[in-house]
């Protein structure tokens, strides 16, 4: 709690505009809410349809927080050859590389794919000249695995 309620007064003193988080998971959240006095304004949690992370979001909204998905893409699972990802990009004349981060605006996050390739970059950039319908989230829309494939919490960082 050191370090957030340094920069609780670093935000104080009107020397950011705001502040947040990374790889909080709700009992984090909770301290933070118990022990502090400013809301984080960002959460960044490892989150695509594949870890759609529901619980958090639902916290994240319910207490005014963004939610920003790193690993958007689902990278170390191969989420762009799902099948339903597929079937949606055919339908919508689309990627699969442009159907995630559609999903993740739709839904409400923050997404930032990043690529040093300038075909992908204007790939990524390319996302608003379709809508994902209800039918289609419904179809993303499979429950957590529960899985992670990447571990980075906060109390098993070595400082």
Same mark, same amino acid.
């Given at each position: 709690?050191?370090? %957030?309620?340094?920069?609780? /007064?670093?935000? +104080?003193?009107?020397?950011?505009? +705001?502040?947040?988080?990374?790889?909080?998971?709700?009992? &984090?959240? /909770? /301290?933070?809410?118990?022990?502090?006095?400013?809301?984080?304004?960002?959460?960044?949690?490892?989150? $695509?349809?594949?870890?759609?992370? &529901?619980?958090?979001? =639902?916290?994240?909204?319910? $207490?005014? @927080?963004?939610?920003?998905? %790193?690993?958007?893409?689902? /990278?170390?699972?191969?989420?762009?050859? =799902?099948?339903?990802?597929?079937?949606?990009?055919?339908?919508?004349?689309?990627?699969?590389?442009?159907?995630?981060?559609?999903? $993740?605006?739709?839904?409400?996050?923050?997404?930032?794919?990043?690529?040093?390739?300038?075909?992908? @970059?204007?790939?990524? @950039?390319?996302?608003?000249?379709?809508?994902? =319908?209800?039918?289609?989230?419904?179809? @993303?829309?499979?429950? =957590?695995?529960?899985?992670?494939?990447? &571990?980075?919490?906060?109390?098993?960082?070595?400082?």
């Amino acid at each position: 709690m050191n370090t %957030w309620k340094a920069l609780e /007064r670093i935000y +104080a003193e009107g020397r950011a505009k +705001a502040i947040g988080v990374s790889n909080f998971e709700l009992a &984090h959240l /909770r /301290r933070v809410f118990d022990e502090t006095s400013v809301v984080p304004a960002v959460n960044v949690i490892k989150l $695509h349809p594949g870890a759609p992370q &529901h619980e958090s979001r =639902d916290f994240h909204t319910c $207490h005014g @927080i963004a939610t920003w998905g %790193w690993s958007a893409l689902g /990278r170390d699972e191969n989420l762009l050859e =799902d099948p339903v990802l597929r079937r949606l990009a055919e339908k919508h004349g689309q990627s699969p590389a442009q159907v995630v981060p559609r999903w $993740h605006i739709q839904e409400g996050n923050i997404v930032s794919p990043n690529s040093a390739t300038p075909a992908r @970059i204007k790939e990524n @950039i390319d996302i608003f000249d379709f809508e994902l =319908d209800a039918e289609d989230l419904a179809a @993303i829309a499979d429950p =957590d695995t529960g899985e992670q494939t990447v &571990h980075q919490l906060p109390e098993e960082f070595s400082w």
